[in-house]
């Protein structure tokens, strides 16, 4: 907590200068992923003597940074990830950001970032997203992507904490995905997340040691990267995006829904809470059937650590229902391979019925967490 002559993020000051020269809207039809920026920007900013400055909403623009500013030395970086959607009744929803306040104030601290209170910066992400609103897409499946972001700018080379730093948001209409099933390499040449390190943080340092195996994992076909972890090569996240494996129960009694357990390498993905609790609910299980025969399969939702030679196994006895990758971008989409050492090792079921090629749990999954985004229903916990 900062010091009680420090401020705190106080919103009720916010001060608003829009702009004069509104941007057109990008064509939705040849949108490209976080590339049409909006209309403005909200910042703050913290210094050791007065904490976190009055917020501002202003027109985008570029930021002026001494260039000795920890972020650019030493990876003082830390973000989020999340969207704000139109219902039916025409009202911008979030969906949980409660717990990606949560997120950005662990994240912050992790990297000994100054303290930030996360309910306000929800306030300043909520007046940011109506000023902006014009730019959330009316097209299902479409969305306004929010990325608050906070910089270390303490222009002191010695190695130590930041003791100033810059939040803003910033936001860019999206679209759908991945809407065919994806193909995954597995990796066990660089890890992305290690016991102790920083992998259960959203930091930007542990994003672009990933670039060059994802640059890999493209020229040998592959979508996206399979992260694995230690010698028994258990499996950890997909790209940026948490996993999910659907297996058949060795009793024939419905349906294992296992995630690896958040141990500090996992990003405890708000995607991945909301499946695992949506799993867990009884009143979902009435949503799932398989191959159209069993209505209402119990599921076992369960965090648990698992391996690719677990899921080769699962693969070869045919147990192995689904591989699902969830997060803000995707929702939930479906693999239909798996990638080691040259060769496809894992081959998962393919539903070609589904226009996203899920399976039933994940078809399921999918569609209950698009209906409380965009407002058909209210989440239950
Ligand atoms: N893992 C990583 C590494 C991520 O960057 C993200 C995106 N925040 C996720 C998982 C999914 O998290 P969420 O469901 O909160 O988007």
Redesign the pocket.
């Known amino acids: 907590e900062p010091e009680e002559s420090l401020a705190r993020l106080d919103i009720s000051k916010l001060t608003i200068r829009l702009t004069d020269a509104p941007k057109p809207l990008p064509d939705l039809k040849t949108l490209v992923f976080g590339v049409s920026f909006s209309d403005h920007m909200a910042t703050t900013s913290f210094h050791p003597a007065t904490g976190w400055s009055t917020p501002e909403i202003k027109p985008y623009a570029p930021l002026t940074l001494d260039p000795a500013s920890s972020c650019f030395q030493y990876g003082c970086n830390v973000f989020e ?1 999340m969207k704000a959607y139109l219902g039916p009744d025409s009202k911008a929803r979030l969906f949980r950001p409660e717990l990606n306040m949560r997120r950005l104030e662990r994240s912050m601290e992790r990297l000994a970032l100054p303290p930030i209170n996360g309910d306000a910066v929800l306030e300043l992400i909520k007046r940011f997203v109506q000023i902006e609103k014009r730019w959330i897409p009316k097209l299902p499946g479409y969305s306004f992507y929010l990325r608050p972001t906070v910089i270390g700018t303490r222009a002191e080379l010695g190695p130590a904490a930041s003791d100033q730093a810059v939040l803003y948001i910033i936001a860019c209409p999206s679209g759908p995905y991945w809407s065919h099933p994806a193909s995954l390499l597995a990796v066990n040449d660089t890890v992305r997340a290690w016991p102790g390190g920083t992998g259960g943080h ?1 930091v930007g340092g ?1 994003y672009s040691p990933g670039f060059l195996p994802q640059r890999e994992a493209s020229a040998q076909g592959y979508n996206q990267v399979l992260w694995l972890f230690g010698e028994e090569q258990r499996v950890m ?1 997909a790209g ?3 996993v999910f494996v659907v297996v058949r129960r060795a009793d024939g009694d419905g349906l294992d829904v296992l995630t690896p357990p958040l141990d500090g390498m996992i ?1 405890p ?4 809470a909301s499946c695992l609790e949506l799993a867990a609910d009884p009143t979902f299980h009435a949503h799932i059937s398989i191959d159209g025969s069993i209505e209402g399969t119990t599921l076992y939702p369960g965090e648990r650590v698992f391996t690719l030679s677990d899921l080769e196994r699962w693969s070869t006895s045919g147990d192995l229902v689904e591989f699902l990758c ?3 971008a995707a929702v939930v989409a479906a693999v239909h391979d798996i990638g080691f050492d040259g060769r496809v090792v894992v081959r998962v079921p393919t539903y070609p019925d589904d226009p996203n090629g899920l399976g039933p749990v994940g078809r399921a999954l999918r569609e209950q967490i698009l209906a409380v985004q965009e407002g058909r229903k209210e989440y239950k916990g």
Request: aromatic content about 0%; glycine content about 20%.
């Open positions: 990830g959203k542990n996240e940026a995006m948490n990003l993905g708000v995607t991945r969830v997060g803000t």
